[in-house]
Structures are given as structure tokens and as C-alpha cells.
């Protein structure tokens, strides 16, 4: 595990993860995530070293530019030491979106990442890739990427699976937090009364294309009071289905 940086160690491994946070996240939280998954699996698991600061200039393309290098970075060093010269890249939150513009081939500001060649699987929780907001939380970067490159654009070279978890509904007649997710999702797909996470959507965390995983009492952070994607006791419940390939189909709001 690379939680301070020190780079993969293990010999051999089959296929490295790579963990990239959400917005205004900072790496050291997903260190626990980074454990689990390691115990699990059985792969090393590494960071993308982005920091809170990171995350506040990504309401213009060059604030993306910025951490698309960070994660370039830490999937060219776990790459190294893959057995297949690919790596998995799990992506939480607006991290997803980041990740689906790193796949492409095509040049941004100067620079092709071509993460289709080294990105064997992408797998995103609670990202908003659905967004009608137009500079909040991501909304301009979820339409910029996905009028380019739509849903699982660049599958099958590149395995996408997208997980949302099914924990809070909107209500504006609810509590307090019902009423305000509400108030969330109606911004965010133009319905406040369906499921979500808390603060993603159902139906905006899954990716058209992918292998879509819905997880019924997930929430989006920890924070939030109840297990996220995160958490020991729900990773295998995301990772096994995937690897599985018995993604569950989405509830019905």
C-alpha cells in the first residue's frame, strides 16, 4: 500500500489497483479503503497523491490537467510491477469523471494520456456522471466528458463497471436530510423524489455501458452515518460482484 507515496512492493502481483478520491478529497482518506482492498485481493494497492488543493481549480480544464498528472503518475509506477502491464483503477465520486477523460487517446491541452493502454478495468463509485449543474460538483466536467466520450466509450478494450449506492430517497415532505437530498438530486437530474446515496443519484452514479452494481444502504462518505463505498464490510460486496460479473440490475426508485 502507497498511503505516504513509498511506491508498489510487491512481487509479482497480477494486476495493481489504483485509487483515485473525489472532489476536494485528500489521498490519506482512503488509506483504510487501500487496506481492505490489499487484504482482499491479494494485489498491491496505490494512491493517486492528490490533495484537497488539487481539487479546487477543477472548474477549468487545466485544474483537470493537473491531477490527469498525478494520476498518470501513479498508474505509469504501479504498472511496473503488473503482470499484465495494466492496472485497475477504482475511482470514487467526481474522481470517475477524471478517470473516464485519462482513458482517452486524444490530446488535452497538449498532452495524450492514453489511459485505454494501461487502464485494464475502470470501476467508479457514486460518481455523477448524469449532472445537469452547470460548474457545482462537477456538473461541467460530467457533460464535457461525456459529450466526448459517452458512457463506456472505450470499452471492451477498457472494463467499466459503475457502482451507486441506494440509501437515502428524496423528500421534501421527509427529515431534514430527506429534504435536503432532495433538494440534491432535483439539481443535480432535475428529480428530487428518487433514490441515491445521499448525495449522488442512482440513476446519475451509473454509467450507460457499464455493468452497473447498485448496493442497497451505501452511502456516499462515511461521514454521511452510514457504510460507504469504502468500508471494509462493503467492498467485497462491489468487488466480488464485479469480478463476478453478476452486477446487480439498478433498483427501481
Known amino acids: 500500500m502507497t498511503c505516504q507515496g513509498k511506491g508498489v512492493t510487491a512481487d509479482q502481483p497480477n494486476q495493481p489497483l489504483v485509487i483515485l478520491g473525489g472532489f476536494l478529497s485528500f489521498a ?18 496505490s494512491l493517486v497523491e492528490a490533495q484537497t488543493l ?10 483537470w490537467r493537473r491531477l490527469l498528472d498525478k494520476v498518470d503518475r501513479a498508474v505509469q509506477q504501479a504498472r511496473q510491477v503488473s503482470a499484465t502491464g495494466k492496472v485497475t483503477l477504482i475511482a470514487h465520486s467526481a474522481g470517475g ?4 477523460l485519462y482513458l482517452s487517446p486524444r490530446p488535452f491541452l497538449g498532452r495524450s494520456y492514453r489511459g485505454l493502454e494501461t487502464v485494464a478495468e475502470l470501476i467508479t463509485l457514486g460518481t455523477p456522471h448524469y449532472n445537469r449543474r452547470k460548474f457545482i460538483y462537477g ?9 466526448r466520450y459517452p458512457g463506456a466509450y472505450f470499452a471492451p478494450q477498457v472494463r467499466y463497471t ?3 449506492g441506494r440509501w437515502l430517497r428524496g423528500n421534501l415532505q421527509g427529515t431534514h436530510r430527506e429534504r435536503q437530498v432532495y433538494l440534491l438530486y432535483k439539481d443535480m437530474l432535475g428529480d428530487g423524489a428518487i433514490w441515491g446515496d445521499g448525495l449522488v443519484p442512482v440513476a446519475s452514479a451509473l454509467l450507460q455501458g457499464a455493468r452497473q452494481i447498485t448496493l442497497e444502504a451505501v452511502s456516499h462518505y462515511a461521514v454521511f452515518g452510514a ?5 471494509p464490510e462493503v467492498i467485497p460486496r462491489w468487488w466480488n460482484a464485479e469480478q463476478n460479473d ?8
Open 97 to 100: 469523471l477524471l478517470a473516464r
Open 139 to 147: 456538473g461541467w466536467l460530467a457533460g464535457w466528458v461525456d459529450r
Open 227 to 231: 457504510a460507504w463505498y469504502g468500508a
Open 28 to 45: 490519506m482518506l482512503y488509506c483504510d479503503m487501500a487496506e481492505a482492498l490489499e487484504q482482499l485481493t491479494g494485489q498491491p494497492v
Open 162 to 164: 459503475a457502482v451507486a
Open 54 to 63: 488539487d481539487w479546487l481549480p477543477v472548474v477549468a480544464p487545466p485544474g
Open 246 to 253: 453478476t452486477a446487480a440490475q439498478p433498483t427501481q426508485p
